[in-house]
């Protein structure tokens, strides 16, 4: 038994004796069959709106008479279909689809006859589209109040027997099988020929897309592909291998997600070229997202292929966590961590091989203490805290504060211990062009986005003799440096502000020519501001191992894939080095997390929809470059539309295990425009370019197919707005419940039970 909706909302009647196949009504309080009186306010409302006949609900609803009709004329589209036992879900269906002007013109005016395809083994030999024709033929005769579709049932359980038991079934299913039956009963093609899957690896996506649709096309020709299908492009990245497949599949209906629980991540990008500024992303991310999806995202973003991204979180000035498996889940990133994305170069970029070094930044001699460690007052009296003179790296009021902090602090004082400072980086180099003025040229660049560095004073202590400086090479400096020690800054400019990788050749032959053209200040005594060092994962010293020595354009060899930085800031040194931290300059990165506390739009789903995600697996691809089934990152995005968009609400789904199978429905609200819905934002090729004023892509809704319930025990109706209807006003839709037919305002049309979305394409069908 199931409800009618009302102004007042949803009221039950009588249930019939037998319950085996019929719902509970669904009551304002939920679901429970009601009993009505003879006299309620329903019993009298329907009367009224029948005797009105602005709906048509028979007095006689429950009459036992198998052909429903009636002497009067009912009006057009105002009929009903009969629950015959669970089978609200096909009702619905049909009634979206019958109020879809362009097929039901086709049918009723036996435009279909003409392609029946009788020797088709995928179809039903043309039963299907006949019995379809009938039953549109029979809701727009305007001879019937309601009758039972129980020859369309009939027939497509003879052919699939899912469908065949009385038990609840899923309206979108039921629909794409019902589109899919009909398109080949009336496909055109006859003899299908043998075609081959579309690769055309390197050429351009326009003529890929325009070669598989001619493909697809020379099996596949009908109305429904004429009006009901679309082209997806779908790209596919090996987690592995990182081969990239990318395919253009037709599709008859759009599924796309609805948010659930995303997760708001922000990280930092930045690029490999020195001189472009670092971005920060808010990324949106499920809670079972892994280091792959994080990096298909970023991809996606900023344009850089997931092969040429590197992903660290950075802690205390150090490497906390390189991330390099894929399958690395995001779960265990905390909500302060500060997570970067760097970009490295290209073995196409480089015309060679790349070396990658993770750099990070130390002070020789920590930075002075401004406050008491043991009370944490500030220095009394102008006087200057007293450093521990064993780590230098804490001070104290007085030799009392000291004794009292001792016993904690003893077991952490080392002596000469650098301190980290700043952020790490990632620096790739061409291998050919491994030097150490191309690496301290990168290294100087990379680490002015987190400090400043300058020299302690403008001049030297002392001049050495050119033959001193000869003799220890590895003690020039190789960054041409101002009247304050600064590093003189090389004009070429970033190509990008996204990440465009900076010109190699550029930045190694400007180190060059500084290193070559600077003679005067090799041949002073200055000292480096910072000496190279080879260093373990967690940014400690590797016993036995010193500083790398410049030796001029001789190629280097690292032992070590970490580096550090580290900067000569002894204040008793005259020409040491002050560094001091600063914050990252970065672009963007307003987190927009406030956006799905009200309700979620349509709009947010098709962007949802267009984001990678990663492929379960048993849904694992076959990649032909490892020859093995891998979890690869899937993208969807729209190619070409059709006239007709179907758009499927993703509300349910199920996880299973060898233990049990849950299931689970999203009953969150989202909202959809009725009129002008745009897709040129969510789409590529060539309609893509069209301005959003044009036709092309604006699309109006005319039905909604609705589901009530949970995923075990559930009702499904449908709203439309019937082409060329003269019993509704301006802003009235139809509402179809099962027998049951009403008006209802168009305010009430948008509501958490939406499930599934008809639109038109405005241009192609301007009189709707």
Same mark, same amino acid.
């Given at each position: 038994?199931?409800?009618?909706?009302?102004?007042?909302?949803?009221?039950?009647?009588? /249930?019939?004796? =037998?319950?085996?196949?019929?719902? /509970?009504?669904?009551?304002?309080?939920?679901?429970?069959?009601? +009993?009505?009186?003879?006299?309620?306010?329903?019993?009298?409302?329907?009367? #009224?709106?029948?005797?009105?006949?602005?709906?048509?609900?028979?007095?006689?609803?429950? +009459?036992?008479?198998?052909?429903?009709?009636?002497?009067?004329?009912?009006?057009?589209?105002?009929?009903?279909?009969?629950?015959?036992?669970?089978?609200?879900?096909? !009702?619905?269906?049909?009634?979206?689809?019958? !109020?879809?002007?362009?097929?039901?013109?086709?049918?009723?005016?036996?435009?279909?006859?003409?392609?029946?395809?009788?020797? !088709?083994?995928?179809?039903?030999?043309?039963?299907? @589209?006949?019995?379809?024709?009938?039953?549109?033929?029979?809701?727009?005769?305007?001879?019937?109040?309601?009758?039972?579709?129980?020859?369309?049932?009939?027939?497509?359980?003879?052919? $699939?027997?899912?469908?065949?038991?009385?038990?609840? #079934?899923?309206?979108?299913?039921?629909?794409?099988?019902?589109?899919?039956?009909?398109?080949?009963?009336?496909?055109?093609?006859?003899?299908?020929?043998? +075609?081959?899957?579309?690769?055309?690896?390197?050429?351009?996506?326009?003529?890929?897309? @325009?070669?598989?649709?001619?493909?697809?096309?020379?099996?596949?020709?009908?109305?429904?592909?004429?009006?009901?299908?679309?082209?997806?492009?779908?790209?596919?990245?090996?987690?592995?291998?990182?081969?990239?497949?990318?395919?253009?599949?037709?599709?008859?209906?759009?599924?796309?997600?609805?948010?659930?629980?995303?997760? &708001?991540?922000?990280?930092?990008?930045?690029?490999?070229?020195?001189?472009?500024?670092?971005?920060?992303?808010?990324?949106?991310?499920?809670?079972?997202?892994?280091?792959?999806?994080?990096?298909?995202?970023?991809?996606?973003?900023?344009?850089?292929?997931?092969? #040429?991204?590197?992903?660290?979180?950075?802690?205390?000035?150090?490497?906390?966590?390189?991330?390099?498996?894929?399958?690395?889940?995001?779960?265990?990133?905390?909500?302060?961590?500060?997570?970067?994305?760097?970009?490295?170069?290209?073995?196409?970029?480089?015309?060679?091989?790349?070396?990658?070094?993770?750099?990070?930044?130390?002070?020789?001699?920590?930075?002075?203490?401004?406050?008491?460690?043991?009370?944490?007052?500030?220095?009394?009296?102008?006087?200057?805290?007293?450093?521990?003179? +064993?780590?230098?790296?804490?001070?104290?009021? =007085?030799?009392?504060?000291?004794?009292?902090?001792?016993?904690?602090?003893?077991?952490?004082?080392?002596?000469?211990?650098?301190?980290?400072?700043?952020?790490?980086?990632?620096?790739?180099?061409?291998?050919?062009?491994?030097?150490?003025?191309?690496?301290?040229?990168?290294?100087?660049?990379?680490?002015?986005?987190?400090?400043?560095?300058?020299?302690? $004073?403008?001049?030297?202590?002392?001049?050495?003799?050119?033959?001193?400086?000869?003799?220890?090479?590895?003690?020039?400096?190789?960054? @041409?440096?101002?009247?304050?020690?600064?590093?003189?800054?090389?004009?070429?400019?970033?190509?990008?502000?996204?990440?465009?990788?900076? =010109?190699?050749?550029?930045?190694?032959?400007?180190?060059?020519?500084?290193?070559?053209?600077?003679? @005067?200040?090799?041949?002073?005594?200055?000292?480096?501001?910072?000496?190279?060092?080879?260093?373990?994962?967690?940014? =400690?010293?590797?016993?036995?191992?010193?500083?790398? %020595?410049?030796?001029?354009?001789?190629?280097?060899?690292?032992?070590?894939?970490?580096?550090?930085?580290?900067?000569?800031?002894?204040?008793?040194?005259?020409?040491?080095?002050?560094?001091?931290?600063?914050?990252?300059?970065?672009?963007?990165?307003?987190?927009?997390?406030?956006?799905?506390?009200?309700?979620?739009?349509?709009?947010?789903?098709?962007?949802?929809?267009?984001?990678?995600?990663?492929?379960?697996?048993?849904?694992?691809?076959?990649?032909?470059?490892?020859?093995?089934?891998?979890?690869?990152?899937?993208?969807?995005?729209?190619?070409?539309?059709?006239?007709?968009?179907?758009?499927?609400?993703?509300?349910?789904?199920?996880?299973?295990?060898?233990?049990?199978?849950?299931?689970?429905?999203?009953?969150?609200?989202?909202?959809?425009?009725?009129?002008?819905?745009?897709?040129?934002?969510?789409?590529?090729?060539?309609?893509?370019?069209?301005?959003?004023? $044009?036709?092309?892509?604006?699309?109006?809704?005319? %039905?909604?197919?609705?589901? &009530?319930?949970?995923?075990?025990?559930?009702?499904?109706?449908?709203?439309?707005?019937?082409?060329?209807?003269?019993?509704?006003?301006? $802003?009235?839709?139809?509402?179809?419940?099962?027998?049951?037919?009403?008006?209802?305002?168009?305010?009430?049309?948008?509501?958490?039970?939406?499930?599934?979305?008809?639109?038109?394409?405005?241009?192609?069908?301007?009189?709707?």
């Amino acid at each position: 038994h199931h409800p009618t909706l009302t102004r007042e909302g949803y009221s039950a009647k009588t /249930p019939p004796t =037998d319950h085996t196949h019929h719902h /509970p009504a669904l009551t304002r309080e939920g679901y429970g069959a009601k +009993t009505t009186p003879a006299n309620s306010e329903y019993t009298k409302r329907t009367k #009224h709106l029948t005797s009105s006949s602005s709906y048509v609900l028979p007095s006689e609803l429950e +009459t036992s008479d198998p052909s429903y009709r009636y002497d009067q004329l009912h009006r057009p589209s105002l009929t009903g279909l009969c629950n015959l036992g669970n089978t609200c879900y096909m !009702n619905s269906v049909i009634q979206c689809l019958s !109020n879809t002007r362009e097929l039901r013109d086709f049918f009723v005016d036996g435009h279909y006859l003409a392609d029946i395809n009788k020797g !088709n083994p995928l179809g039903f030999q043309g039963e299907l @589209a006949k019995c379809f024709s009938g039953i549109v033929r029979k809701l727009w005769s305007g001879e019937y109040a309601y009758f039972p579709p129980k020859k369309l049932m009939s027939v497509i359980a003879a052919k $699939n027997g899912h469908f065949d038991a009385r038990s609840q #079934h899923d309206s979108h299913e039921l629909m794409s099988y019902l589109l899919d039956g009909l398109h080949e009963d009336l496909n055109r093609i006859r003899d299908k020929p043998l +075609t081959e899957p579309v690769e055309m690896e390197g050429a351009p996506d326009a003529e890929v897309a @325009a070669k598989s649709w001619q493909v697809h096309r020379l099996r596949n020709d009908s109305f429904f592909v004429d009006k009901f299908q679309g082209q997806f492009k779908s790209t596919l990245v090996c987690p592995v291998c990182s081969k990239v497949s990318v395919t253009f599949d037709p599709f008859m209906s759009l599924s796309v997600p609805i948010p659930k629980n995303l997760r &708001h991540l922000p990280v930092i990008f930045a690029p490999q070229n020195p001189d472009s500024m670092p971005r920060q992303y808010i990324l949106k991310l499920p809670p079972d997202a892994n280091l792959e999806l994080l990096k298909a995202s970023v991809a996606r973003k900023t344009g850089i292929p997931m092969i #040429h991204l590197r992903v660290f979180e950075a802690y205390g000035g150090k490497f906390q966590t390189l991330m390099s498996d894929n399958q690395h889940p995001i779960k265990s990133i905390g909500g302060n961590d500060i997570i970067i994305v760097s970009e490295v170069l290209s073995e196409k970029e480089a015309g060679g091989a790349v070396i990658e070094v993770n750099v990070i930044q130390r002070l020789q001699q920590p930075i002075f203490p401004t406050k008491c460690t043991s009370c944490g007052s500030q220095a009394r009296d102008g006087k200057k805290l007293q450093r521990c003179s +064993t780590c230098k790296a804490v001070g104290y009021c =007085d030799r009392a504060c000291q004794s009292r902090d001792w016993e904690g602090h003893r077991l952490q004082c080392r002596q000469g211990r650098p301190t980290p400072i700043g952020l790490p980086f990632v620096i790739s180099l061409p291998a050919a062009k491994f030097t150490y003025a191309n690496l301290s040229t990168f290294a100087e660049k990379f680490a002015r986005r987190s400090v400043e560095y300058r020299r302690k $004073n403008s001049t030297p202590k002392s001049q050495l003799p050119e033959e001193s400086i000869q003799s220890n090479p590895e003690h020039l400096q190789r960054s @041409a440096t101002s009247a304050q020690g600064s590093a003189v800054d090389i004009q070429e400019s970033a190509t990008g502000a996204q990440g465009s990788s900076v =010109d190699i050749q550029k930045y190694t032959d400007s180190a060059q020519e500084c290193a070559e053209g600077v003679t @005067a200040l090799r041949l002073s005594s200055w000292k480096p501001m910072y000496l190279l060092t080879p260093v373990d994962r967690y940014g =400690d010293s590797i016993g036995g191992v010193s500083y790398l %020595a410049d030796e001029g354009e001789k190629l280097l060899s690292v032992g070590s894939q970490f580096l550090a930085m580290d900067w000569r800031n002894s204040p008793k040194e005259d020409d040491s080095v002050v560094v001091t931290p600063k914050p990252m300059e970065i672009e963007g990165g307003m987190d927009d997390s406030s956006a799905h506390q009200g309700p979620i739009t349509l709009e947010q789903c098709l962007e949802l929809f267009t984001e990678p995600e990663l492929l379960t697996k048993e849904e694992a691809w076959y990649c032909p470059r490892c020859k093995e089934h891998r979890q690869a990152t899937k993208q969807m995005s729209v190619w070409k539309v059709p006239d007709l968009l179907i758009v499927h609400l993703k509300r349910f789904s199920f996880h299973s295990s060898s233990i049990y199978i849950r299931k689970d429905k999203i009953d969150k609200l989202v909202t959809f425009p009725l009129r002008g819905l745009d897709m040129t934002p969510y789409m590529l090729g060539d309609a893509a370019k069209l301005t959003p004023t $044009n036709d092309s892509t604006l699309y109006d809704l005319y %039905a909604v197919m609705y589901h &009530h319930g949970s995923t075990y025990i559930g009702h499904y109706i449908s709203t439309v707005k019937p082409p060329a209807s003269n019993v509704l006003k301006k $802003n009235e839709w139809l509402y179809y419940d099962d027998e049951r037919v009403l008006k209802l305002p168009e305010e009430e049309v948008v509501n958490k039970a939406a499930y599934v979305l008809f639109y038109c394409r405005r241009d192609s069908s301007p009189h709707r």
